[in-house]
Every structure is written in C-alpha cells, then in structure tokens.
Nanobody, 115 residues
Framework: QVQLVESGGGLVQAGGSLRLSCAAS????????MGWYRQAPGKQRELVAA???????NYADSVKGRFTISRDNAKNTVYLQMNSLKPEDTAVYYC?????????WGQGTQVTVSS
C-alpha cells in the first residue's frame, strides 16, 4: 500500500502562483511515476503533469509553459509549481502514484483561481 498526502492548494487571484506538494509513503518501488490530475465541477478528471522516477515529464497542452512538475526521490515527494494561474485552472487537484503494483490516489486539494 502507498499513502499520498497532498498540500498547497488554496485561493489565488488570476496571474498568481501556487505550489502543490505530494508526499508518498509506504511500499514505494524505486521505479515509479507520479503525477497531478485535476477535476473541475461537471468535468472528467484530466492529466495535468506527470514525472517518472527517471525524470521524464509530460504536460497537458493547457499548462505547458506555466506549470512545472518536479520530484525529490529521496523524499518520495512530487511538486507542481503553478504560475500565471487562470480561472479555468480552478479544480480539485489529485496526486497519483503508479508502479508495477498499481495506482494510488491522494485525497485531493482544492485550487481556486479568482478573476
């Protein structure tokens, strides 16, 4: 089992920045991927950004150039730096951990961007 604890959400004005953190604990496998997904009201959950334990990254087109995903493997923690936030970025952001055993999700953290 893997447990994920997210932090860093909140309310910010358009154009502002937030940094999300997600710490994984439990049965962590050295080869894994971690990422951030988001779900806005009435919409499906979508990938925001992901990063492998080797450092390869993947971003949704809507956040490229504004968001940066990074990780500290020693701390089993993934970060999402969100800059130039827009009202359409408002959603619940979920952390996901994946390895050969399966996928695990965090509880979600609310990000609200006011116009």
């Amino acid at each position: 089992q893997v447990q994920l604890v997210e932090s860093g959400g909140g309310l910010v004005q358009a154009g502002g920045s937030l940094r999300l953190s997600c710490a994984a604990s439990g049965s962590i496998f050295s080869i894994n991927a971690m990422g951030w997904y988001r779900q806005a009201p009435g919409k499906q959950r979508e990938l925001v950004a992901a990063i492998t334990s080797g450092g390869s990254t993947n971003y949704a087109d809507s956040v490229k150039g504004r968001f940066t995903i990074s990780r500290d493997n020693a701390k089993n923690t993934v970060y999402l730096q969100m800059n130039s936030l827009k009202p359409e970025d408002t959603a619940v952001y979920y952390c996901k951990y994946s390895d050969w055993a399966g996928d695990y999700w965090g509880q979600g953290t609310q990000v609200t961007v006011s116009s």
